[in-house]
Structure formats: structure tokens, C-alpha cells
């Protein structure tokens, strides 16, 4: 795995490595991390973690299919004004989903767990699948005592 992009603050991280299934585990891991770390609700953890995670599986799975060596992958986490935003990146080739009863309903999952779902696919450039959830924070917690100036 490479090395996460230097200077990146707390609230954006980048990581480029090789699409491979161990891989993925291990960004969705960091990404769980960093979700909790960021103060996420704790309702939505496991939503954002499993829908990025499917698209990451996505790439290792089918983006390189074709391709004579493994690619890499790209994931991109921010959050600013109030929205968490996650890109999955590659350069391999789109292939379009077959979906069968038990199989190939990765990206469907993704945008059932998240507020917005994209992805946009170009020959020769590859994919990139962009989740959004809206003011994925947790509240803080306010108590009449402690809003009291006494």
C-alpha cells in the first residue's frame, strides 16, 4: 500500500494502492476509524463504511478484469459544510452490472445507504463512484444546565 497523501488534514484523507480484496479491507477499516474519529452519527457508521466498502469491492472485482496486472484505486474522504463526501476512483474499464439474484448489487446497495450516489464512467479514463450523506455529524448534547450562565 502506498502512503496516505502528506499534509491531509483530519477532515481529508486520500489513499492510492492497489485494487486488491485485502486492500479494500483495510481502507474500509481505516474509513471506520476515521468516520468515528470525525464524530459521525453513530446510526450512519456502519451505512457509509458498508457502501464505500461495496464500491471498493466493486473495483477489485471488475475494473480490471481485462486488464494483464492488477490497477490501483483511489479513495478520497472530506467532509465540508456539513456533507461527507467519499470518491472511489480507478482506471480500468467499466463493465456494466448483470445483476443476478444473488450477485452484482453492489452499487445498488451504496445508493440505498447513502443521501447521493454517482457514478460517472469514460473509455480509456475509468470510474469514479461519489457518496454523499448530508450532515452526517452527530448533534451535541445540550442541557438546560449547561446553557445556563450559572
Not at 74 to 89: D, F, G, K, Q
Amino acid at each position: 500500500m502506498t502512503a496516505d497523501v502528506p499534509g491531509s488534514s483530519p477532515l481529508r484523507w486520500s489513499h492510492t494502492a492497489q485494487a486488491e480484496s485485502t486492500v479494500a479491507s483495510t481502507i474500509r477499516r481505516r474509513l471506520h476509524r476515521w468516520v468515528l474519529e470525525l464524530g459521525v452519527n453513530s446510526a450512519l457508521v456502519d451505512d457509509i463504511v458498508l457502501g464505500v466498502y461495496e464500491a471498493l469491492a466493486n473495483v477489485v472485482e471488475h475494473a480490471y478484469h481485462s486488464a494483464p496486472e492488477t490497477g490501483t484505486m483511489t479513495i478520497t474522504a472530506a467532509y465540508e459544510h456539513e456533507t461527507l463526501t467519499v470518491t472511489i476512483s480507478d482506471t480500468g474499464t467499466w463493465r456494466p452490472p448483470t445483476p443476478t439474484t444473488n450477485r452484482s448489487h453492489g452499487l445498488q446497495l451504496a445508493a440505498a445507504v447513502s443521501d447521493d450516489l454517482s457514478v460517472d464512467h469514460r473509455p480509456g479514463l475509468g470510474t469514479v463512484v461519489t457518496a454523499v450523506w448530508s450532515k452526517p455529524l452527530a448533534a451535541a448534547v445540550h442541557t438546560e444546565a449547561t446553557d445556563r450562565p450559572y
